[in-house]
């Protein structure tokens, strides 16, 4: 009895010492991550190019002009491949790795987009600001197709995405009440008033799983929920940076009235089409955008983990 007390003891012991060396055993998938990310962070440091901004984008935008590509850089994660390999350059003297989110060739869906991936590349790529753009249709009155709006609020109606850092181990409930990093909303707007391109300021985006487009009575019961506009990428995008202490921005193009509210079946080409016709006005606003004064981050994002977790 008391030589069975001593081992299990002495075992409790061993166990806690390899706990304490190995982070991986410590806390499960969580500390695996965190080993992860220094892992990266030394992969970082030992060469590449780095960048601080991020943009990542939709159909119809598959690059900005004037983003001098310095290097092509393939990102392999915890969480498997991202959509593509990232493109590294400078504009206006700032490193922007930019990724289109549904493949070079468009041919990713948005409920088979691996969001984690994308999102922990930029991490990997040093990425502290990240700028989303993405098409969506109007619900509310003054969203009419050509409008650009900086979204302020989330709806999150998708099923079956990985939308978590944290699925074992350590319990993190990040804040979420303000979706989108207000610094960068305020840069945004700065941007809109030099480049005279209208940005709404406001916009509560309904994020559906797709890839089929809503019924008219879905728009109607979203519209009654505060919905302006029903996109499918949007989320978990926009939590995956918060849990990476990440600034995000999601700009959106409305490329068509939602269903049911133009009196005609909606098709991919009318999004495609008003994309298209979108896409100078997106690309002179990043532009400008770029061309700013960006002082160090002090919004909640840079703390989003502090005091989250159990
Ligand atoms: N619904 C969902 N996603 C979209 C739409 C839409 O009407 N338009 C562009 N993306």
């Not at 080993?35 to 440091?45: D, F, I, N, S």
């Not at 350059?89 to 948005?110: C, E, M, N, V, Y």
């Not at 987009?113 to 994308?118: E, K, L, P, V, W």
């Not at 900086?150 to 939308?163: C, M």
Request: glycine letters at 8%.
């Amino acid at each position: 009895m008391l030589i069975q007390y001593i081992m299990n003891a002495i075992i409790t012991l061993i166990i806690w010492e390899l706990r304490t060396e190995n982070p991986e055993l410590k806390i499960g998938k969580e500390s695996r991550i965190v080993a992860q990310r220094q892992q990266g962070r030394k992969r970082r440091l030992s060469g590449g190019v780095m960048a601080h901004f991020g943009v990542i984008a939709g159909s119809g935008l598959y690059d900005i002009p004037g983003l001098m590509i310095k290097e092509t850089r393939t990102v392999h994660t915890p969480y498997g491949n991202p959509s593509a390999a990232y493109r590294i350059g400078t504009l206006s003297g700032k490193d922007i790795a930019f990724l289109p989110r549904h493949g070079i060739d468009h041919t990713i869906q948005p409920h088979n987009i691996n969001y984690r991936a994308n999102v922990w590349g930029f991490k990997e790529l040093g990425v502290q600001r990240l700028i989303a753009v993405g098409a969506s249709g109007g619900i509310s009155s003054d969203m009419n197709p050509g409008k650009i709006a900086a979204l302020d609020q989330l709806i999150d109606v998708t099923h079956g995405r990985p939308s978590t850092f944290y699925e074992e181990g350590k319990v993190v409930h990040i804040d979420f009440t303000e979706p989108f990093c207000p610094d960068l909303r305020e840069n945004i707007f700065r941007a809109s008033e030099k480049a005279a391109v209208d940005v709404a300021r406001r916009g509560t985006y309904i994020c559906t799983n797709g890839p089929r487009l809503e019924t008219a009575a879905e728009i109607k019961a979203f519209s009654l929920l505060g919905a302006d506009m029903v996109g499918m990428t949007a989320m978990p995008e926009a939590v995956l940076a918060r849990e990476l202490e990440i600034c995000f921005l999601f700009i959106t193009i409305i490329t068509n009235y939602a269903a049911g509210l133009a009196g005609s079946t909606l098709t991919t080409k009318e999004v495609l089409n008003e994309m298209e016709r979108s896409s100078a006005r997106i690309k002179s606003l990043l532009q400008v955008f770029f061309d700013q004064q960006f002082a160090e981050r002090r919004c909640l994002c840079t703390q989003a983990l502090q005091d989250a977790s159990m």
